[in-house]
Nanobody, 120 residues
Framework: VQLQASGGGLVHTGGFLRLSCAASGSISVINAMGWYRQTPGKQRELVATISIGGRTNYADSVKGRFTISRDNARNTVYLQMNSLKPEDTAVYLC???????????????WGQGTQVTVSS
């Protein structure tokens, strides 16, 4: 299972970006998908997750500004980020909990990360 993230970039405060992450490979089913972010010297923190049924969970710091969604047919998760702030600057990593085709164990898979920089 491979995850490929895209959509990061440099924006000004108040701007917006949309991140995408597509899962590929021999996949039977994907349960949760989500986004985490990491900055140097800090622990990786949850941004948002979405279940296979569409239930969402957000970090308090992004509620009302970010929206997570997914396309199950395309094994893709999205993160719409509005009203961006300098403190949102980080490497954003996508995540999926998936069952490989023919396998019997769920695994946690991570993408390579995409840089989001918000200038003040």
């Amino acid at each position: 299972v491979q995850l490929q993230a895209s959509g990061g970039g440099l924006v000004h405060t108040g701007g917006f970006l949309r991140l995408s992450c597509a899962a590929s490979g021999s996949i039977s089913v994907i349960n949760a998908m989500g986004w985490y972010r990491q900055t140097p010297g800090k622990q990786r923190e949850l941004v948002a997750t979405i279940s296979i049924g569409g239930r969402t969970n957000y970090a308090d710091s992004v509620k009302g500004r970010f929206t997570i969604s997914r396309d199950n047919a395309r094994n893709t998760v999205y993160l719409q980020m509005n009203s961006l702030k300098p403190e949102d600057t980080a490497v954003y990593l996508c995540y999926a909990r998936a069952l490989p085709y023919g396998g019997d164990e769920w695994g946690d898979y991570w993408g390579q990360g995409t840089q989001v920089t918000v200038s003040s």
